[in-house]
């Protein structure tokens, strides 16, 4: 048999996705309740959340769809399904053409340089309008879109199209007609575009072509197989899924035209984990694409990136919402593994390799909120619940917070988290509350200052005492904390010294903890009975606690740099919006239509910024955010937040 063949369905939310991998089972004759959005979230909320996996067999091919979500937030499972596929077919609206979806998840599959043909869906809307998305694509995309159907409308119903390659017309209902006499000048137009893209690609054809040489079916269908495999033009297709009008065509021609997988294996066992599932049933699960000749059931792997043993025990094959178990996987098969421990997202599993498959670079989390449990009960089970929910994602991780101590989870955006909110209360039975997270903001001095104090307490018995000398110094940014001990003599005892030293910890772990400080203990006084760490403890806290006062503290704030990817006709919204908040622009550059800004801005100002983003944008824009330093807080706002 050959290897198998794997089709990412790429669009919009609502574009048809799902229901055209749910119609393509069908076709090849799997029966059953097929769905591809099982989960309770996806059923409550109606629409993908996670990557579903159909496999199929039609005609001798083994084949894998990849059905991903429409909405912009779980975009992670774009990038998943196109890096898992040797193709992907884009799904548009008839009546909305391109949206803002629709161009990021097209730049994802040409990224990964993957051939992506494009269906026009839902031709049987009122308003369906066939030219004018045609136009959209070319107007919006830098790619040669070649036309290969041109819808028959009668009456306001799809009941056919007309084949450019072939130059006939197909009706649904098995009609034999001619091609529609309005349809002639569009049909002349889009073949003479087919012809001269496919003669770019094929040297006989061009002779053909130039010579005016008839040019046949055979030779055509050559080209097209060719020139999509290497992606130097885009077919267009037509279809109305939800009518199940074209769907049969659809698959054949993908049949056609989608090349196999065929990587340089040198016979390994290699496999990639590029999903990642907790089924209720069948616990956690590992989607594997099978790089190596064939995976068998009880195959005994190596995972590279811990070194330890894997067995494989439990292979399933998925149909949307559905499985069954399987006993072996053939080159470019896309199977689900059960009983795996310590599996993580991009792992590499081999028999006899060394060399990790290269993985995707998935776009960082920028939305975060504060999460606490909603109950004691809850408390106990949420760290847990987190840490498997985020195993199985790489847009969304959770991590508590160095200085305001709050548990943060982060996310692709509000909706995001609002899902898997929803998630962990389905899943684990753990309820969260979510809010915005606290600024975490520290302080520092301006200048030097030097001060003693000495503690000094009697109240029968033995008594407390301790006199420290401190010099305390600002560093340069990001310094952190440095601590010298510079007693000579010993005035303190050197068993006292780390008294001193956790007692200015204390006295700089405040609210809004002191950094970038240098703490020189020179000098000081103790007791042979009264002195105690204790003792030189508080004198320690204390004497800081005077420096702090004399040295003037000043508040700081994180910075992030900020990195925003916007077609160019918002370019100037986003800076304006940008400089708004306090941000400083750094740079920007321009490409294929689309804009590179990079700025450095308050955290405190960009802690919504993905809502703002899709705003100002209408949702076309993508941005990336990491923290690069502390900053002085200007008076005037600094006042404002001490204030608080």
């Not at 091609?179 to 087919?194: A, F, G, M, S, V």
């Not at 006084?525 to 005077?546: L, Q, T, W, Y």
Request: proline letters at 4%.
């Amino acid at each position: 048999m050959a290897n198998s063949k794997s089709l990412s369905l790429l669009g919009h939310s609502s574009t048809g996705k799902s229901k055209l991998a749910e119609r393509f089972l069908r076709i090849s004759g799997i029966d059953g309740d097929i769905t591809f959005d099982p989960s309770q979230e996806e059923k409550d909320h109606g629409h993908s959340i996670d990557l579903g996996v159909g496999s199929f067999k039609y005609k001798g091919q083994n084949w894998n769809l990849l059905d991903t979500p429409g909405a912009e937030e779980f975009v992670e499972e774009v990038y998943k399904g196109v890096f898992a596929s040797e193709a992907s077919l884009m799904l548009l609206d008839s009546e909305k053409g391109v949206q803002a979806h629709t161009e990021k998840v097209w730049n994802v599959s040409q990224n990964h340089e993957k051939p992506t043909g494009i269906l026009v869906n839902k031709m049987d809307k009122e308003e369906a309008d066939f030219e004018g998305v045609i136009a959209d694509l070319r107007e919006q995309f830098d790619k040669n879109f070649v036309v290969l159907q041109i819808p028959i409308q009668k009456e306001g119903e799809f009941v056919g199209f007309v084949d450019v390659l072939e130059e006939k017309a197909v009706y649904f209902e098995g009609k034999e007609e001619e091609i529609p006499d309005q349809l002639e000048d569009e049909l002349e137009e889009e073949r003479e575009n087919l012809l001269e893209s496919l003669a770019e690609v094929d040297d006989e054809l061009m002779m053909k072509y130039l010579e005016e040489e008839e040019i046949t079916e055979e030779d055509m269908d050559r080209a097209l197989v060719s020139g999509f495999k290497d992606d130097e033009f885009a077919p267009v297709f037509v279809s109305s899924v939800e009518k199940g009008k074209g769907v049969d065509v659809l698959l054949e021609k993908m049949t056609e035209i989608v090349p196999e997988f065929t990587p340089d294996s040198g016979g390994r066992s290699d496999l990639l984990v590029f999903n990642k599932l907790s089924d209720p049933y069948l616990g956690k699960l590992a989607f594997v694409k099978v790089y190596g000749e064939e995976l068998q059931e009880g195959a005994s792997l190596r995972n590279l990136r811990t070194g330890q043993d894997v067995d494989v025990t439990d292979m399933y094959r998925y149909l949307g919402g559905d499985q069954e178990s399987v006993h072996e996987a053939l080159q470019g098969d896309v199977v689900a593994l059960g009983k795996l421990d310590d599996i993580a997202l991009g792992d590499t599993l081999t028999d006899t390799g060394e060399e990790e498959i290269e993985f995707v670079d998935f776009p960082g989390p920028v939305y975060d909120r504060a999460v606490k449990p909603k109950s004691r009960e809850d408390e106990s089970k949420m760290s847990t619940a987190l840490k498997e929910l985020v195993a199985n994602k790489a847009t969304i991780t959770y991590h508590r917070d160095d200085v305001t101590e709050e548990m943060i989870l982060s996310g692709m955006g509000a909706n995001h988290l609002e899902i898997f909110k929803e998630r962990l209360k389905n899943g684990f039975n753990v309820e969260i509350d979510m809010t915005e997270p606290k600024v975490p903001y520290k302080q520092s001095i301006a200048r030097e200052a030097d001060t003693k104090y000495r503690h000094k307490k009697q109240s029968g018995g033995r008594g407390q005492y301790g006199e420290v000398y401190l010099r305390l110094s600002p560093l340069p940014r990001g310094s952190g904390f440095e601590f010298v001990n510079e007693i000579k003599g010993g005035n303190i005892p050197t068993q006292f010294i780390p008294g001193v030293e956790k007692g200015i910890k204390e006295a700089l772990d405040e609210e809004y903890p002191i950094t970038d400080v240098k703490a020189t203990v020179y000098d000081g006084d103790h007791h042979p009975v009264d002195s105690s760490e204790m003792a030189f403890k508080i004198a320690g806290r204390e004497a800081c606690n005077k420096a702090v006062e004399q040295a003037g503290a000043i508040l700081l704030e994180p910075i992030m740099k900020v990195k925003v990817t916007t077609p160019g006709d918002f370019t100037g919204d986003i800076i304006s919006d940008l400089n708004g908040r306090r941000g400083r622009i750094m740079g920007s550059n321009t490409s294929e239509g689309y804009t590179v800004i990079e700025a450095e801005v308050p955290q405190a100002e960009v802690m919504n910024y993905a809502t703002r983003v899709k705003s100002l944008t209408q949702a076309k824009a993508s941005f990336q955010m990491e923290f690069v330093r502390y900053k002085k807080v200007p008076s005037n706002i600094a006042s404002d937040i001490l204030d608080r």
